[in-house]
């Protein structure tokens, strides 16, 4: 793996890791943001990068339940959904054989 790619998966886990803790400490997220949705769409359309679709799904079901963008949330959620199904099966077809 290039070094640049750890620092990229290091940045976003980091920030990820940020957000659930002030969210366990009762951190309020305000109805009208959608931060957390369109940050999961865009998780979810970064198919180049392994595994940046499971934090996107977590945000994407956190900003459903907690946000007034319900449909943006949804996209989020499905293009998220869409891009660990499609590494699921990549992992089984190699490990198949």
């Known amino acids: 793996m290039d070094p640049m790619w750890g620092v990229i998966y290091g940045l976003l886990l980091g920030g990820l890791v940020l957000e659930l803790s002030r969210l366990a400490r009762g951190h309020r997220i305000k109805k009208e943001s959608k931060g957390y949705a ?3 769409i865009v998780f979810g359309l970064m198919l180049f990068i392994p595994l940046l679709s499971i934090p996107g799904l977590v945000l994407g079901i956190i900003s459903f339940r907690k946000t007034e963008w319900k ?22 077809g190699r490990y198949a054989r």
Do not use: E, P, Q
């Open 38 to 40: 369109v940050t999961s």
């Open 71 to 92: 449909k943006l949330s949804l996209a989020g959620i499905t293009l998220c959904s869409i891009a660990s199904l499609f590494y699921a099966l990549l992992l089984l």
